[in-house]
Every structure is written in C-alpha cells, then in structure tokens.
C-alpha cells in the first residue's frame, strides 16, 4: 500500500538534475501537487487542491516581464482586475494582495504578484486593466447605428495592415454643414493596451448622441469628428503598445506611410484637408490615452511657439475647467512641453502643423484609480466601468467646446475669466 502512488502528488520520479531539491509528497498525508524551480536556492510550491473539489484555492500569480521600474502597484494605488464568467462586472483584487517587488532570484526584475482566492470552480478571468476590445466597438457603434439618429454617422475611413476597417464618425446637426463648420477632432486607442481610453471614448459618444439638453446644444453648435480606434489590429492582437507590423504609431505623425501605418496616414490626411478648407474651423483635436505611473486624468499641451500671451493663457482654460468641474482632474500632472522624444505625437504634430488657434492636446486617464481634488494625500478612488467614475472623467470634455467657445471665449481678457469661470462652468455642468 505504502507504494501506491497518490494521484496529484509530487514524487521523487519527478526530481529535476543533479544539484536541486528534490520533493516528494507520495506518502499518506501528502499535499504537495506541483513545484517549479526559480534557482537551485528558490522554488515555487504549490499545493495540491482537495480531490474531487477545487474550490477555495488561494493561488499566487507570478507576472515576470515587467518592463516598467516604477509603477502604482507599489504605492498602493493600483490592482488589476478580474471578472467571474457568470458576471458582467469587472472587480479590482484588493490592494493587500498585490506586491510589487524586485527579484534576485529573477536577475533582480519588477514582479507583481497578487493572491486570489478561488470560491467555486467558475472560470476567472483576470487582466491588467477592463478589457475593451475591437468587437465591443463595432457593437456599440451597430446599436447606435440601428437608432437611426439623424445626427449621426457612421464611415469606414480606411482599413489596417489586416483589413480591418477604421470608423470614423459624425455626430452634429447636420444643418451645420452647410455654413462654416467647427469641427472638434477626437481620437483614441492609438496604443491598443489602454483600455480606459476606450471607456472615456464610449462614454463621450453616449452622451453626445443621448437627448440631453447639453448634447443637443453640443450638436447644434460643432462638428464633432471622431475616429474611436487608431490601432484595431493591435487592440485584436491583444499588443499593448505596438501594431502589427511593430510601429508605436503615436510616433509616426510626422511622416506617416500609406502601408505602413495606414491609420495615422489617413487620420492626418483628413485633418490636413479640414485645415486647408476656408469653410472649417477646428476648434480642437484631443487624442485619448491612458496613464500606468500616474492617478487621475489630464491633459498635455503644447507650448505656442509664439510668445503671445493671449495663446499661451488659452490653452490653460480647458485645464482650469476641467478641475472645476470634475473631481478627478488633476492640474497637478497637467503639462505643456516641447520634449523631442514627443515630436512624432499627434498632439505634437498637429499642432505644429494645424492652424495656431486650434487647441491639440492628449488626455490621458489613470488605468487605476484618482485621488479627489488633486489631493496627494486622500485615499485613492478606484476607477471601475460600471461605478461610472470614468463616466465623469468621460463626460467631462464634452463640455470643454462649449465653454470655451460660447462663454469664455467673450470673457477675455483673464482676469474676468478668472470670476466667470466658476459660476458659469459649474451651473452648466449640474
Ligand atoms: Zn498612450
């Protein structure tokens, strides 16, 4: 009997080579089901779940390539998420179960680890933040489609490497297009890891084509343009960064190539035109991003290369809005700069090629969570889909035209502005 082996067990028939442990736990009493070797001094145990019943197994994962040094998950201020199949929510591992640490025994690289603990034999998925992926666009923009709004449209503007077809959208009243036009320019999803950008995205096409009164105002007024997913093929591909041919397109806005990189080359093709027509404005063009160092969600602007200080205070208006108006605006991370490792951004880019007076900036939204009010000390708040809490950093910049066009824009100069802006932003956003 004693021979017998016990099924799930480590046995000594399993050793690795000379020099490392070997385990046994063939004998009664025996728990150990598996052992990975880290280094002839580290080795990873697991135990083996009861037999016939996986349930409430506490499972550490090991997240070995890491390529950032610095990131929230050791400051408490992150976790990743993950979701049980019979469930449409996304939750966050509790903080206490992650650590973040460097390794020696894994040539002193970043690992996360996190704990979970398995309450029924369920499929989990686990991921770095809330997935959105291409399928959940198409769907989004099918239901909007199948409403028949007359505001709304819906065009392939080109195809990636691997045909898949970018959108490009329209939403306004379309008695706009006969005058002059002012167009609001909206990208997002260029890096196809950022997910939250997508949540921001989707939550400003909702609101913009829902009845609110503020979205009809919104409509009446601009044109708004809207390419929601720059890299398709590297969101399909599940790429955090890259797409499929390897290109981080946010550095290709200078000289993008019709094979290559054939969004970007469409996408600045259609900005160059608007720009070029006497009949359109742009008002302003944001491309959305999502941030993995930082809380809570900002902007990145450009430095006018004039030193006109009309242009320079400008740009400081949507910021100072934002902050306002939302509580997870932070101007604290908000930047303006000319750094030259950022000249192939869209941001970057266009602005330097589009008219001086359109505004271009990069948003970019926390993957974790905000910390109210810019305060550095208050405990952070995690952003989670369905809490709407991106839903008010979503729905955010949908005020930013219209302040700034229909109201602020008549308060110059500043020091009025300065007295305005908090009665006036405020009363229209609540
Ligand atoms: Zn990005």
């Known amino acids: 009997m004693e021979d017998d082996p016990i099924v799930g067990n480590v046995s000594q028939s399993t050793c690795g080579p000379p020099g490392q442990l070997c385990f046994d736990a063939n004998f009664e009493c025996g728990n150990l089901g598996r052992v990975d070797v880290v280094s002839n001094n580290e080795y990873d145990l697991f135990i083996r779940p009861d037999t016939c019943n996986p349930k409430y197994r506490r499972v550490i994962f090991n997240i070995l390539n890491f390529s950032k040094l610095r990131t929230l998950f050791d400051t408490g201020n992150a976790a990743p998420v993950y979701r049980v199949a019979s469930q449409e ?136 343009k809207i390419v929601p997913m720059l890299n398709p093929d590297g969101v399909y591909l599940g790429n955090y960064r890259c797409s499929l041919m390897g290109f981080d397109l946010n550095r290709q806005w200078q000289d993008p190539s019709s094979w290559g990189t054939p969004t970007i080359f469409a996408t600045k093709n259609l900005l160059v035109q608007y720009n070029n027509n006497p009949h359109i404005e742009i008002v302003m063009h944001i491309d959305l991003h999502a941030h993995s160092n930082r809380t809570n969600f900002f902007l990145y602007g450009n430095l006018p290369s004039s030193k006109d200080s009309k242009q320079c205070e400008q740009q400081l208006i949507i910021p100072y809005i934002l902050a306002e108006i939302t509580d997870d605006y932070s101007l604290l991370a908000t930047q303006f700069n000319t750094d030259a490792e950022k000249a192939g951004t869209s941001r970057r880019a266009m602005g330097a090629l589009l008219d001086v007076n359109t505004h271009c900036y990069t948003l970019e939204v926390s993957f974790f969570s905000y910390k109210p009010k810019d305060d550095v000390a208050a405990k952070s708040v995690p952003y989670l889909a369905e809490n709407c809490k991106l839903g008010l950093t979503k729905s955010s910049i949908i005020v930013i035209p219209y302040l700034q066009m229909n109201y602020l824009a008549r308060m110059w100069p500043f020091p009025s502005y300065s007295i305005a802006r908090s009665s006036m932003a405020t009363e229209w956003w609540t």
């Open 89 to 224: 929510n996304w939750c966050r591992i509790p903080v206490k179960n992650i650590y973040y640490y460097s390794s020696k025994a894994h040539g002193d690289r970043f690992i996360l680890s996190f704990i979970h603990v398995f309450p029924t034999t369920e499929k989990v998925y686990f991921a770095y933040c809330i997935p959105y992926s291409y399928s959940k666009l198409q769907d989004f923009l099918l239901s909007i489609e199948r409403k028949n709004f007359s505001y709304f449209k819906r065009t392939p503007l080109t195809n990636t490497v691997q045909r898949r077809r970018v959108e490009l959208l329209t939403i306004t009243n379309f008695n706009n297009l006969r005058d002059q036009q002012r167009i609001v320019f909206i990208t997002a999803r260029v890096h196809p890891g950022e997910t939250p950008s997508s949540f921001v995205m989707h939550g400003f096409i909702d609101f913009l084509v829902s009845n609110d009164p503020r979205a009809e105002a919104l409509r009446d007024t601009y044109v708004f």
